[in-house]
């Protein structure tokens, strides 16, 4: 009879939690995309290197939640980002911030930007990993990673897409 009581009281006190809004772990898989434009962009070239720079960047935009869960939807974006490219290829990384409701998600990301010629016009892509490393508000002690991929649609814009896992504490 104990066993029954305490397998009601549990059932009960899940119902409660669910029922109520409470969770008693976070996370999941989670996705989203967003049409990203500078508001800073500078370029250096190495004088001595032909082909090689420094890239630094700083957009702004949208976060769109593509997986259904309305994880961040509709959140600002902050992009910051430096690449060391040769021609147009090479590494990069930034940091990623979402922010909404006075609550933020920051993530550390890097990876590969690749550009090849397309009828006299460059179409650049990249692609990477990111990982979360910080978190505010209900995002407090965020865990998590993934990956993304984007385009350039213009000089000052790209697209980029993302998705991964992640867990709150």
Do not use: C
Request: glycine residues 14%; neutral net charge.
């Amino acid at each position: 009879m104990k066993t029954l009581t305490n397998k009601l009281f549990i059932s009960a006190l899940t119902a409660y939690a669910f029922s109520s809004g409470i969770a008693f772990a976070e996370g999941g898989k989670v996705s989203g995309s967003a049409a990203l434009s500078y508001t800073k962009q500078e370029a250096s070239l190495a004088s001595a290197a032909d082909g090689h720079m420094l890239v630094f960047g700083e957009l702004t935009g949208v976060n769109k939640n593509t997986d259904g869960s309305g994880y961040m939807s509709d959140a600002e974006v902050t992009n910051r980002e430096i690449g060391q490219l040769f021609q147009g290829n090479g590494p990069h990384s930034g940091y990623y911030t979402m922010s909404k409701d006075g609550n933020t998600t920051t993530a550390l990301w890097k990876g590969e930007v690749t550009t090849v010629m397309k009828d006299n016009v460059p179409n650049t892509s990249f692609k990477g990993t990111w990982e979360y490393v910080n978190g505010t508000g209900k995002f407090t002690g965020i865990k998590g990673k993934g990956k993304y991929s984007g385009y350039f649609t213009s000089k000052t814009t790209y697209n980029v897409d993302w998705d991964g896992d992640f867990s709150l504490k």
